[in-house]
């Protein structure tokens, strides 16, 4: 898969990670809940797209978003997989 460079990013996957980041490191509830629903667009898009490795990524870090909200996150483990989402997949 092609990294991409800055200038190619979505704003709206930027707004995506500030949110996700935002839950993965606090855990309020309402940056989880809209995060949630913003990566299941994302992995949709990435289905659509054929980007598997994307749509895997994003669906890793949903079951993160998820674990959060429970109350049993993986801490810096989801973060690095937030991270590999963005380097890998900000272009959706």
Same mark, same amino acid.
């Given at each position: %898969?092609?990294? @991409?460079?800055?200038?190619?990013?979505?704003?709206?996957?930027?707004?995506?990670?500030?949110?996700?980041?935002?839950?993965?490191?606090?855990?309020?509830? %309402?940056? @989880?809940?809209? +995060?949630?629903?913003? +990566?299941?667009?994302?992995?949709?898009?990435?289905?659509?797209?054929? +980007?598997?490795? @994307?749509?895997?990524?994003?669906? /890793?870090?949903?079951?993160?978003?998820?674990?959060?909200?429970?109350?049993?996150?993986? /801490?810096?483990?989801?973060?690095?997989?937030?991270?590999?989402?963005?380097?890998? @997949?900000?272009?959706?």
């Amino acid at each position: %898969m092609t990294l @991409c460079s800055q200038s190619n990013r979505n704003p709206e996957f930027d707004d995506f990670y500030t949110r996700a980041l935002g839950c993965l490191q606090t855990g309020q509830q %309402m940056l @989880c809940q809209r +995060a949630l629903g913003e +990566a299941e667009i994302l992995q949709k898009r990435a289905y659509k797209r054929n +980007a598997f490795s @994307c749509q895997t990524l994003l669906l /890793g870090v949903q079951a993160d978003l998820i674990l959060q909200q429970l109350g049993s996150g993986r /801490g810096t483990q989801a973060i690095a997989d937030l991270k590999a989402v963005s380097r890998d @997949c900000s272009n959706f």
